[in-house]
Nanobody, 121 residues
Framework: VQLVESGGGLVQAGGSLRLSCAASGRTFRLYAVGWFRQAPGKERESVARISRNGGSTDYADSVKGRFTISRDNAKNTAYLQMNSLKPEDTAIYYC???????????????WGQGTQVTVSS
């Protein structure tokens, strides 16, 4: 499956963005999806993940209550709604997919190219 992220940009602190992860093919529903981010000089970290049918979700403590992951299997797209953004949320955001509900980035099979999110103070 091929993944393409979109929706990144520059936003002021306290603002919102919604990232999209569009998948090719008709088997998107067979893959769990994870969102990850990597800031300059830092390791890639998990942000959120969602199961194949959307029934299970999981978030990093740093984004709980501010970010919401969702998916629309009919549209082959996953989303990351980001509210109350902070400068420390600045990073390249990646979506990834795997048949299993993985927790670690190295376990994900397919990756998008990333989209830049910059939050100004």
């Amino acid at each position: 499956v091929q993944l393409v992220e979109s929706g990144g940009g520059l936003v002021q602190a306290g603002g919102s963005l919604r990232l999209s992860c569009a998948a090719s093919g008709r088997t998107f529903r067979l893959y769990a999806v994870g969102w990850f981010r990597q800031a300059p000089g830092k390791e890639r970290e998990s942000v959120a993940r969602i199961s194949r049918n959307g029934g299970s979700t999981d978030y990093a403590d740093s984004v709980k209550g501010r970010f919401t992951i969702s998916r629309d299997n009919a549209k082959n797209t996953a989303y990351l709604q980001m509210n109350s953004l902070k400068p420390e949320d600045t990073a390249i955001y990646y979506c990834a997919a795997d048949p299993l509900f993985q927790t670690v980035s190295d376990q994900y099979t397919y990756w998008g190219q990333g989209t830049q999110v910059t939050v100004s103070s």
